[in-house]
Structures are given as C-alpha cells and as structure tokens.
Antibody, heavy 126, light 113 residues
Framework: QVQLVQSGAEVKDPGASVKISCEAS????????INWVRQATGQGLEWVGW????????GYAQKFQGRVIMTRNNSINTVYMELRRLRSEDTAVYYC???????????????????WGQGTTVTVSS | DIVMTQSPDSLAVSLGERATINCKSS????????????LSWYQQKPGQSPKLLIY???TRESGVPDRFRGSGSGTDFTLTIDSLQAEDVAVYYC?????????FGQGTKLEIK
C-alpha cells in the first residue's frame, strides 16, 4: 500500500542539527512532491517546505530559509529534512506528506496532501 | 503569504446534527486556468497524523464518508458535516495550496455536545 515511513524520535541540544528521513513506498516516488509540516504540542499545523524528487526543486517557508535543507535519494525512495541551529521553539512533531503536486510526463495536477507519514518527534532541550 | 482564517475556533454539536466550519483566505485561491479552487480540508484526531478529507474545495478524497461536504469558491469556503458521528470528534484544518507557503488555518476543534 501507499505509505510514508519516517525515522524515529530525536533529542537534540540547542544549536545542533537534526536530519529526519521519510521513505516512500507503493507508488512512483518521482511523480509526487513531498512536503514537510510541523506541529508543536497543542498547536496547529505549520508548513515548512517541499521538494520535488524528480527535479530536486525545493521551496521553503521564509521563517526557515537558511536553516532548512530538503534532499532526496531516488535510489531508495527517501527524502530528508535537515534543520540546523535548533532552538527550543523547534520542538515539535514533524510530518512528511505527499502532494499536492502530481506530475505525469505531460502535465501536473495539484490536489491536496493525500498521504502522511506517522510523524517524528524532535525535542530540543539542554 | 495567503492567510487562512477559520471560524469558529471550537464547536460543540449534538450527535446526528450538522456541523459547519468556515475558512476564509486573504486572497483568492481559484486557479482561473482550470477553474479549480486550491483549497483542502484535513481531519486530525488526537495522536494521529492529519487525514485529507476534501481537495479542490469540494471533492471528497476516496473513502471519505459522504456526510463530509466542502463548498465555496474564491476566498470563502465551508466544511459541512451532516449527521455528526462520535468518530468525527477531531480538529479540522483548511489549507491553501494555490501558492507557497502552503498555509493552514488555525484549526477548529469539534466536540460532541
């Protein structure tokens, strides 16, 4: 079945970096964008950025520019999100999500984020 | 950035009654080239990942019960849950994917009265 499986929980010191993975299965990996969305405890959803595994194009929310890098390894159907210079406010559950972009060889469509990973808890604390 | 504003922040509805959640975007999310609104609705239950309910403002995702209805266009959208069931207790979010950053509403917490 179609699924995204994320790496396990992380505990980091302030100022450190964290790299989370998201492994896709059950579909053509390069046909869909992958987004990263985070959620602090008791708070709403916050979009971090996206990567297109086919083109390697990325886009990041302004507040994360310069601190976040999204990469992919198409040989193992995996995308990564690295967040640097961590601070306590980065403590959250980080989700990867497929979509909203879906592209064939001739066209692209945008229809919502239809598959989500299970979430990775990142705790930043000294 | 497009700001998404949901109302109300919380809502209590009796079982079997209708729940209505509103979402307003600070600018239109209607793609004029294909006449589709790039607006989706998600349901998030405690301890779970968000689940896509509706995309293109009114198209139900496969497997979503037909008591969930999305409507609206341009800047004003509504999620309606007809005949509320106990399993519908959750936080509901709207999101625009018209332009990056793909912003979410602040969420609406739905409870049983």
């Amino acid at each position: 079945q179609v699924q995204l499986v994320q790496s396990g929980a992380e505990v980091k010191d302030p100022g450190a970096s964290v790299k989370i993975s998201c492994e896709a299965s059950g579909y053509t990996f390069t046909s869909y964008d992958i987004n990263w969305v985070r959620q602090a405890t008791g708070q709403g959803l916050e979009w971090v950025g996206w990567i297109n595994p086919h083109s390697d194009n990325t886009g990041y929310a302004q507040k994360f520019q310069g601190r976040v890098i999204m990469t992919r390894n198409n040989s193992i159907n995996t995308v990564y999100m690295e967040l640097r210079r961590l601070r306590s406010e980065d403590t959250a559950v980080y989700y990867c999500a497929r979509g909203p972009g879906y592209c064939t060889s001739t066209s692209c469509e945008y229809s919502g984020m239809d598959v989500w990973g299970q979430g990775t808890t990142v705790t930043v604390s000294s | 950035d497009i700001v998404m504003t949901q109302s109300p922040d919380s809502l209590a509805v009796s079982l079997g009654e209708r729940a209505t959640i509103n979402c307003k975007s600070s600018q239109s999310v209607l793609n004029s080239s294909n006449n589709k609104n790039y607006l989706s609705w998600y349901q998030q239950k405690p301890g779970q990942s968000p689940k896509l309910l509706i995309y293109w403002a009114s198209t139900r995702e496969s497997g979503v019960p037909d008591r969930f209805r999305g409507s609206g266009s341009g800047t004003d959208f509504t999620l309606t849950i007809d005949s509320l069931q106990a399993e519908d207790v959750a936080v509901y979010y709207c999101q625009q994917y018209y332009s990056t950053p793909y912003t979410f509403g602040q969420g609406t917490k739905l409870e049983i009265k």
